[in-house]
């Protein structure tokens, strides 16, 4: 087990996890091929940690078993009524050796407020952070250590009580599995192209779209099609009163003219950890940052007229990526380039991989 010590803001004592070896691991050579060139989501580690949680004996069974199949009964909540949410962090290689991941706190907060829009148990933070950190401790040997490449970490959740009444699940599992990643931008970041999704809505008002959870991700799937046939990268989506909301899994950023940063807001839009840990990076420069509603009409009239002089957007995966171009059924609007956005991620990441000082105190070890 690893040693963690009772948790001085909540006094709970870690949790108590069994090991058990996966005999059939992958071999050192085996390993590093995989890392020479992981790609994304494609390969697995060897482990994946397990805790189950029930009405009655609460959070319990904490265990890393085998990464392989789940069994789950036919009858699984989950498979019916899509009661689950998820996370997505990274694992970096610092120079030295060590591994730390970027404010694994803020996702674990995420988790549990998703939780609880899913009517899910609230994992404790703790108990979040402590689940990476068995997991690394057994499979840390899978962190890459190429330029750009890291080790993605996805914990979830879903309710795997067998029953077929529509209410909350007694018995939920929390799963952490993870993924080597490469470079996402092979050959240096470039620019994506936009559609813009006028059929289609990612979320609606009172709705799922500030949590995680799969069901969004489902939703977008079809406009994301759409955009493929039209030729794009990414889709957009509107709210209901035409205000922008985000791409199918990453937040929309502005820059103006005059300096300021502008990010659309609601509760109908996740909370993105890399958009907020940019805007402070942002505001460490000196400029002013809002969060509120931007129309359609203000995006291309400000494109248009000069005033908006940037577009980008972030996320876990990709970091940041500047758009290009917005196309929608009867309109391409090229959108204007700038520096910032290279700048931000290039300043974000040399403090992930411990290449620049963590001012913050983002950054949390999982090796030690």
């Known amino acids: 087990m690893t040693t963690i010590d009772t948790d001085p803001d909540t006094g709970l004592d870690p949790l108590d996890f069994s ?40 959070w319990h069974r904490p265990r890393v078993s085998p990464y392989g199949p789940i069994s789950l009964d036919p009858a699984a909540a989950v498979l019916h009524y899509g009661q689950e949410i998820f996370e997505g962090i990274k694992a970096y290689r610092h120079a030295d050796g060590s591994v730390h991941t970027f404010r694994p706190d803020q996702n674990g907060r995420r988790l549990q407020r998703s939780a609880r829009r899913l009517a899910l148990p609230e994992l404790p933070v703790p108990y979040f952070l402590q689940a990476l950190r068995e997991l690394i401790a057994v499979d840390g040997a899978w962190v890459p250590s190429g ?90 989506f509107l709210d209901q009163d035409r205000n922008v909301e985000e791409l199918g899994g990453m937040n929309v950023v502005f820059v103006y003219k005059d300096g300021t940063i502008v990010t659309p807001q609601s509760d109908s839009i996740l909370e993105g950890i890399t958009r907020d840990s940019l805007l402070q990076l942002a505001r460490d420069r000196g400029h002013h940052v809002e969060g ?36 929608g059924r009867d309109f391409i609007d090229e959108q204007p380039t700038g520096t910032l956005a290279l700048e931000l991620r290039e300043e974000l990441t040399n403090i992930q991989y411990g290449r620049a000082e963590d001012k913050h105190d983002w950054l949390y070890r999982l090796d030690a």
């Not at 989501?41 to 482990?47: I, V």
């Not at 949590?211 to 990414?234: F, M, V």
């Not at 931007?294 to 990526?321: H, K, M, N, P, Q």
């Open 292 to 327: 509120r509603n931007v129309s359609l009409t203000e995006w291309r009239e400000g494109v248009a007229s000069g005033d908006i002089v940037e577009v980008f957007a972030c996320g876990t995966a990709a970091v940041v990526t500047p758009i290009g171009t917005l196309k």
């Open 147 to 236: 330029e750009d490449q890291s080790l993605y970490l996805r914990p979830f959740m879903f309710a795997k009580e067998a029953f077929l009444g529509v209410r909350p699940a007694h018995k939920v599992a929390f799963y952490v599995i993870a993924s080597p990643a490469g470079a996402y931008f092979k050959g240096g970041v470039k620019p994506v192209s936009i559609w813009l999704s006028e059929d289609y809505s990612r979320a609606g008002k009172g709705g799922t779209g500030a949590a995680k959870t799969g069901g969004n991700y489902a939703a977008s799937l079809l406009p994301q099609s759409e955009a493929y046939e039209n030729e794009c990268d990414q889709v957009v």
């Open 19 to 58: 090991v058990t070896r996966n005999l059939a691991a992958k071999s050192n050579a085996d390993r590093d091929a995989i890392l020479a060139s992981p790609g994304f989501g494609q390969s697995f580690t060897d482990h994946m940690v397990d805790i189950c949680w029930s009405v009655r004996g609460g």
